[in-house]
């Protein structure tokens, strides 16, 4: 199976701490996403990092990607309670279709 | 704003009445795919249109069907729904493989 999985599968931290999510996929790839998604809620795109990439930034987040071992982290700096959420890891495949098959998730909650 | 939107937000339907869940959008992308999320689970790939073409996983039941008669609009149609269907359903669109999905905030179905 392509599914990414994730880990941890539950966070829990204080604001101001950082958090760091793993995701693991079986596959190659030539893209992998990373998602929010809050309760009940359709799902927001983070980030999208190419199989070329080594590391990406968009504001708090810092995403790596090393294929050799075929996984990715994301990590959210000074975190906050807003962050609370799921986070999910997608990949495409090398096949040539246009679809992402999503990770396990990591369920993060930030403590005021 | 351009966006992806999801109706109805909450849907009850009876063990074995068809219903139909619709999804529009404003954004004209090629891409929508229909993705279906059971509690605390990752998003699972039903199905996905590039324009007219459609794509359906190996894995996802018969019962479930699914239009895209314009650009706009995607259905999904659930012939028989069972209490396994119960599920939040998820649309989604994107311009191709190497853009982020945008999702609607999702329909709850609930099966009675």
């Known amino acids: 199976s392509q599914q990414g999985e994730e880990d941890p599968q539950a966070l829990s931290i204080q604001e101001g701490e950082n958090a760091t999510m793993n995701c693991s996929y079986k596959t190659s790839i030539n893209n992998l996403q990373w998602y929010r998604q809050n309760s009940g809620r359709g799902l927001v795109h983070l980030i999208l990092i190419r199989s070329n990439e080594r590391e990406k930034h968009s504001g708090r987040l810092r995403v790596t990607l090393d294929t050799s071992k075929k996984s990715s982290s994301l990590l959210i700096t000074a975190s906050r309670a807003a962050d609370t959420a799921s986070y999910f890891c997608?990949?495409?495949?090398?096949?040539?279709?246009?679809?992402?098959?999503f990770g396990t998730g990591t369920r993060l909650k930030v403590l005021a | 704003d351009a966006m992806v939107i999801q109706n109805p937000r909450y849907q009850v339907t009876q063990f074995g009445k068809p219903v139909t869940l619709s999804c529009s959008q404003t954004l004209n992308h090629n891409v929508m795919y229909w993705y279906q999320q059971k509690s605390s689970q990752a998003p699972k790939l039903l199905f996905h249109y590039y324009d007219k073409d459609f794509n359906n996983e190996a894995d996802t039941p018969d019962n479930f069907q699914s239009r895209r008669p314009n650009t706009s609009f995607c259905f999904l149609d659930i012939r028989s729904p069972g209490l396994g269907d119960a599920a939040m359903y998820l649309c989604a669109t994107s311009r191709g493989r190497v853009y982020g999905y945008t999702f609607g905030s999702g329909t709850r179905l609930t099966v009675v």
């Open positions: 997608a990949t495409d495949s090398t096949s040539g279709t246009y679809k992402y098959i």
